[in-house]
């Protein structure tokens, strides 16, 4: 069975610093995806970050980066130079590809950790 | 807005009853999931659907039912409703089931309140 690991319940950072939310995971299957999702708090899940487990280069996607260390199975988001926008709970998910190319579509999240953004 | 449209937003209703839940994906996306996220147990999955199969089933009860139509629009059927199925439910879309990137992107979730 998939799971993951987030221990922060919250976080603060001033704004314009950076920040680290940290996410382990754990899975026997060597093919999986990593994602990172926030949710404001009107609710809606946003996608930002993906990571897949045989991709060579750690993701970005603009003020998001994903430092995977598959070793030691993390995959923890780095958003620089914080926003007050950027005040949400963020989760971390994976997908577990499966053998033989069967694609399964589930999620499993992490507990989630709340980012609080300070002026 | 991630093109993924929930319906109702919000559904108050009585122990008992039985509801339904209504998902458009994004156009295009053949992939419709639904997920159940709750104070105590978190973000679940709950079920998807793939050009109108069934594809992968979670921790869903036997009291709740989906079924994706030939418009691929998804519906979450969730029958004799108990206080502890109070939640937020989302629905997600995914253009195609592979083993490439594949994003879910999520509605805003129809919130449920059972009293």
């Known amino acids: 069975a998939q799971k993951i690991t987030q221990t922060q319940p919250g976080m603060f950072v001033q704004e314009k610093e950076a920040v680290t939310l940290d996410c382990t995971y754990d899975?026997?299957?060597?093919?999986?995806?990593l994602f990172w999702y926030k949710q404001p708090s009107s609710g809606e899940m946003i996608f930002l970050i993906y990571?897949?487990?045989?991709?060579?280069q750690n993701a970005t996607e603009g003020r998001y980066s994903l430092n995977f260390q598959k070793a030691r199975k993390s995959a923890n988001l780095v958003i620089s130079a914080s926003q007050l926008g950027d005040s949400a709970m963020y989760f971390c998910?994976?997908?577990?590809f499966g053998a033989g190319g069967t694609s399964y579509g589930k999620l499993t999240f992490g507990q989630g950790t709340i980012l609080t953004v300070h002026p | 807005d991630s093109g993924v449209t929930q319906t109702p937003k919000h559904l108050i209703t009585a122990t008992g009853q039985r509801v339904t839940l209504r998902c458009s994906p994004r156009?295009?996306?053949?992939?419709v999931y639904w997920y159940q996220q709750s104070l105590d147990q978190g973000l679940q999955f709950l079920i998807q659907?793939?050009?109108?199969?069934?594809?992968a089933k979670g921790n869903i009860l036997e009291r709740f039912s989906a079924q994706q139509f030939p418009d691929l629009h998804s519906e979450l059927n969730l029958s004799s409703l108990e206080l502890g199925d109070s939640a937020l439910y989302f629905c997600?879309?995914?253009?195609?089931?592979?083993?490439?990137?594949?994003?879910?992107?999520f509605g805003a979730g129809t919130r449920l309140s059972v009293l």
């Open positions: 997600a879309s995914s253009p195609k089931d592979s083993l490439a990137k594949n994003i879910q992107y």
């Open positions: 899975t026997s299957d060597p093919s999986y995806g």
């Open positions: 990571q897949g487990s045989y991709d060579q």
């Open positions: 659907y793939y050009n109108g199969e069934e594809r």
């Open positions: 156009s295009g996306d053949l992939s």
């Open positions: 998910a994976m997908r577990v």
